[in-house]
């Protein structure tokens, strides 16, 4: 059964269930028969698979070398007379016919032995060679994720095939707008369910009362689609923990039925912490199980501001709200300076605001905007937050 499945996968490029299926003239017990009878060399045919030693010159870096009996399982193929042996990684032996050893007067025991550790040769050595493939790939195609823009980091993750990804960072860095631009450029139907302390259990699995009714995230779940499971650290922990099947086993017991999961459907979920709870700056957010955390192992992304995004917008207010970033981390405050501020700026400044870098602050105390105005003078840097 081993070697009719190997002779299927590598010589005869059978894949999926074919592979598996045993041809009974490629058993260790029959191979080198036809009809129950042994072959010999003269009714070779062109096509046929033999456990044989053959004695054939190659070059080897350029010089001659001799093989003397090399054992293998070959293939036979046409060369205009001459008889060429080829082997599973599709290296090429010409050979006369009397350099043919059949090998056939093994034991049964001996034989089986024999073809035995060939295979497990040859299984370390397709192993290694994937290895190897693996390795030149990898300097060839091979990136850093952290290297790359939020957005290519969220295509590259869908790639990969992972299904249950989590985008972490800050407040207004496009974690949804992403999501939706995804979804998007997929062609896939897209739904957002917002959380938040009135987000429920029926949100995911619908109704009991008075009728059952089917959810949206259950139709979406069942066919190719994104779901974007938007501030999922909103959530009540045990809400979020009922998603834990439906992230992990691909089905979801609702209310109406169980439903399954498409292999195409990507669920997101974003949010601003990475699940600890809550901090001085984002003091809505839970602390999330860590069975739920762990749904989502291999496919967490932390995101930052883009700035290939960014640059878009008017070069003086990207700029600017960059100054804002550097003074608030320096300084320790709880403001967020997000591409929505940038956005902004670029909307006010375009409609002829001659204040838009004082309106981009308004909501700062006096005492933070002053904070400002002394690390702005100190750093040699416009005093660009003045109400003019």
């Known amino acids: 059964m081993r070697l009719s499945k190997f002779i299927n996968k590598t010589f005869l490029k059978k894949t999926g ?22 072959v010999k060399r003269d009714e070779l045919k062109v096509g046929d698979i033999i456990y044989a030693a053959i004695s054939t010159t ?34 090429e032996y010409k050979t006369s016919l009397t350099a043919i050893k059949i090998i056939n007067c093994l034991s049964a025991k001996q034989k089986e032995a024999e073809i035995n550790d060939l295979l497990d040769k040859y299984e370390k050595e397709l192993i ?9 790939e990898s300097k060839r195609l091979g990136f850093k994720f952290t290297d790359l823009e939020p957005e290519d980091k969220l295509r590259r993750t869908i790639d990969a095939g992972i299904k249950n990804i989590w985008m972490v960072g800050p407040a207004g860095c496009g974690k949804s707008t992403m999501a939706r631009n995804v979804a998007k450029e997929l062609e896939l139907p897209y739904l957002c369910i917002s959380c938040g302390i009135g987000t429920s259990a029926t949100e995911f699995i619908g109704y009991k009362y008075p009728t059952r009714e089917k959810t949206r995230f259950a139709e979406f779940y069942a066919e190719p689609s994104i779901i974007l499971i938007d501030e999922i650290t909103a959530l009540d922990p045990a809400v979020a923990q009922i998603l834990n099947a439906a992230l992990a086993n691909d089905e979801i017991e609702t209310t109406t039925s169980l439903v399954h999961r498409h292999p195409n459907c990507i669920i997101i979920a974003t949010s601003n912490t990475f699940g600890f709870g809550c901090d001085r700056q984002y003091v809505a957010n839970n602390q999330l199980d860590a069975s739920t955390v762990d749904r989502f192992v291999g496919g967490i992304v932390e995101v930052t501001y883009s700035a290939k995004f960014e640059d878009r917008y008017d070069a003086e207010v990207v700029e600017y709200v960059r100054i804002l970033r550097a003074f608030v981390q320096e300084q320790n405050l709880r403001k967020v300076c997000s591409t929505r501020m940038i956005q902004a700026g670029h909307n006010l400044k375009y409609h002829h605001f001659m204040d838009w870098k004082w309106r981009l602050t308004i909501n700062w105390t006096d005492n933070e905007k002053e904070q400002l105005t002394r690390w702005l003078t100190e750093k040699g840097i416009e005093k660009a937050n003045k109400k003019h």
Not at 20 to 38: A, F, L
Not at 62 to 89: A, E, H, P, V, W
Not at 128 to 136: D, F
């Open 17 to 38: 269930t074919d592979a598996e299926i045993v041809d009974t003239k490629y058993t260790i017990q029959n191979i080198n028969t036809r009809d129950g009878v042994n």
């Open 128 to 136: 290694e060679a994937e290895r190897l493939k693996y390795l030149e």
């Open 58 to 91: 190659i070059k080897e870096n350029g010089k001659k070398k001799r093989l003397n009996l090399r054992k293998d399982i070959y293939q036979l193929k046409d060369s205009y007379g001459r008889f060429t042996f080829i082997d599973y990684l599709g290296n």
